[in-house]
């Protein structure tokens, strides 16, 4: 019997990182640590991806070859969807449209997608109140995932409410914060609100994970 496979398809929040950046890490990198045995975790996210960039790049493609009945294809954008140049999509209009070709795609493969709405930054106003980064894209995928019957993971919840219950300061160690000398991948330290640190990446897995369970799936 084969095991199933868990494809990843999102940006840098999500990716594997090598040696050189540690302690960065992306939560598709620690996702296999919460998953029951048998589970193989193939994560195919990119830095810098759009839902648009992705499929425009062939990285989609790249899934659907190995992608068998059965298997999961998760699916988070929104970090880089937003930006202003050719990764652009709109909210409610184009990134919908590129977001259901992933949904499309796995189905047709007889496997079963997963929409997640974007992790949160690490965005404190005065007050110490989480601000919202991402606009309208995590409610577009909310959207989505109704209409088309889709498993939905709400990341941008989860992950807000594990921020705000942390706090300004404490929500660093989530994330890439270290001050010069601190390591030696970062001589001059570095100030990332959008990066986890490998024990942030770890959370946010955890997070994921949840979230599938609360789902119905059977990770």
């Known amino acids: 019997m084969q095991d199933i496979q868990l494809f990843l398809a999102g940006d840098s929040t ?3 990182y090598d040696a050189s950046v540690t302690p960065r890490a992306g939560w598709g990198q620690k996702i296999g640590e919460y998953v029951k045995p048998g ?3 193939r994560n195919e996210a990119a830095s810098g991806r759009s839902s648009k960039s992705f499929i425009e790049e062939g990285r989609l493609e790249k899934i659907l070859k190995q992608i068998r009945g ?3 294809l998760f699916v988070q954008f929104g970090h880089n969807d937003q930006k202003p140049d050719e990764r652009h999509t709109d909210p409610f209009g184009t990134f919908k449209v590129y977001l259901g070709r992933y949904v499309d795609s796995a189905r047709r493969k007889n496997a079963n ?3 997640i709405t974007p992790v949160a930054r690490r965005a404190f106003d005065n007050q110490g109140c989480l601000t919202d980064t ?3 894209y995590p409610d577009a995928v909310r959207e989505l995932a109704s209409e088309l019957q889709t498993p939905l993971i709400d990341l941008a919840l989860k992950s807000g ?4 219950s942390l706090g300004p300061e404490a929500s660093k160690k989530l994330f890439l914060w270290l001050e010069p000398g601190e390591h030696p991948n970062y001589p001059d330290g570095v100030s990332d609100n959008t990066h986890f640190s490998e024990y942030g990446a770890g959370e946010i897995a955890k997070l994921v994970v949840q979230g599938a369970r609360e789902a119905g799936l059977p990770l």
């Open 134 to 136: 991402h606009g309208d």
């Open 39 to 41: 589970l193989l975790v």
């Open 161 to 164: 409410r594990l921020l705000q």
């Open 70 to 72: 059965g298997d999961y």
């Open 113 to 115: 997608p997963v929409l």
């Open 14 to 16: 999500v990716s594997d």
